[in-house]
């Protein structure tokens, strides 16, 4: 411990008696004088052990202990410089900066001479935005020790955040004289020049850049960015050429001169720039990626159409692990009519980056146009657990369920849909429909008719709503009025849907109009690449009932190599006649 002890007051001792902040209570010529009598000696002794013990307590990290060690010191020696500066230190330490800047202004006050002080004072006072008396310090410390750039680089960050652009820049001159030139300091009178509107000196800048490193290619790309953000794309064509002169391979060259181009509209010049750059690993996908976005845009014609694909595929191929590239070419393929595919990289790119909603949106959308109902489910589920509150998710698992015929969960996730998708007023018919076949489903017909009733009040022309409505009301046959209108009202507006004109032909001959439904399955037929199982098995029954057996026992035999038919079609070919649930 004695060792330890030792360490601390020797310590102490060098900055009591060194020349940081003149930190010593009585210094060399004080000294003599006082040792002309004991009691300034002690006086001298007791201050210096005041001092050494807060300064421990400082070097400990305890600023609150040393703190009434440093008042005593003042109040003992109010005409002393050092006590204020080491009261400011720990003052400082404990967040009272305010309390800090008056201690160390006393400091400063008793002793300009002292640098240590005057930095303090300049430091506290630009913490506090007190920039013009900040600056008022910093300028005296550079007059006082012009080689000393930190100084210089201070006063001039002074001047900029006190919006004193001019003395800024001429401080960094100063500077620049001194040291030469910098990127660090011409950098900052770049953006000093820009923030005045002054472009041309900003470019001079770059100029003397250039000049002293003429082998460094990012001064030209630097200068290139420059003209670009201000609209002078033809000035920036040629550092960008300059640079690629230097290093054919600089990637950032290549991506700005197809961005050019491709803000000229010249598609050939920027197609052959990115063809030069995509396939290199060692530039970020980000650039490529804004630059490849707005070429998309430019597209006219197929054959620009493919040569954006190919590029979109190698992009992909370079950077497979940013979703960003994924879904690119997942676009590129949809253009392209492929589907399947596209699906595939929405949802791979949803597995790298689950945060993007629309993402999700994508591979649902296409999860149901594919019929892929098992992708649909696990796909909306995945979504739901990064975004419950979003309907369209809950709508999307709702379909997947109800096609499952999992009617229960399909409900469920439906009337989460109708709470949370207030933002699309106009989902909620299509919403209510679907709830129509779910409860339907279940035998639940009240709240099916109900469902179903909703939906048409929204959208009196839901073809949905309109066919499956008026089937399962015929198939349960009531309410046929009101079926037959409906199914009436679907081929009015499809006249050549074979599914509706099925639908029809189907309620009239439940109300026994069994001539008028032959008719309309007769229509339905006509399209034979459209014609289902079903319709021709309700074709056989129709022509059974007109006493037609012979035909409606080939008509039957006929559904049943087509498939989609009703469980009671093998009895009606077994038995030559009809059976009806």
Known sequence: MRTELFKIFLTTGILLTSGVGQIVYGQHQENEKQMANVGGIELQLEQESMAAEGMKFMMREEPAKALPLFEKLIAKAPDKSAGYYMLSTALLKLERADDAIVASKKAYELDKTNIFYAQQLAELLAKKRKYAEAAQIYEVLV????DNIQYGIELAAVYVFNDQFDKAIVTYDRLEKSIGITEEITHQKQQLYLRQNNLEKALQESKKLIAAEPGEV???????????????????VAPLEEALKINPDEAQAHVMLADIYRRNGDVEKCNRELKLVFANPNLE????IRVLTGYLKMLKSDADVND?????RQLYETHPRESKTNVIYADMLMRSGKRAEARDMYARAARLDGSVYEIWGAVLQLDGELNQVD?????SELALELFPNQG??????????????????????????LKLITDKPDMIPFIHAQMGDAYNGLGDHPKSDAAYELALKANPDNDHVLNNYSYFLSLRKEKLDLALKMSARLVQMHGNNPTYLDTHAWVLYIMKDYKKAKTFLEKAMSNESAVSGTIIEHYGDVLFKLGERENAVAQWRKAKKMGETTELLDKKIATGSLHEQ
């Open 308 to 312: 954006a694909a190919q590029l979109a």
């Open 143 to 146: 007059a006082k020790n012009p």
């Open 285 to 288: 996908a980000e650039p490529k």
């Open 375 to 379: 992708s649909m489910l696990v796909h």
């Open 218 to 236: 990012s001064y030209r790309i630097e200068m290139a960015e420059m003209l670009i953000a201000n609209d002078r794309l033809v000035e920036a």
């Open 392 to 417: 369209m998710l809950w709508y999307s698992n709702g379909t997947a369920h109800l096609m499952k015929k999992d009617y229960n969960k399909a409900i469920s996730s439906f009337e989460e849909s």
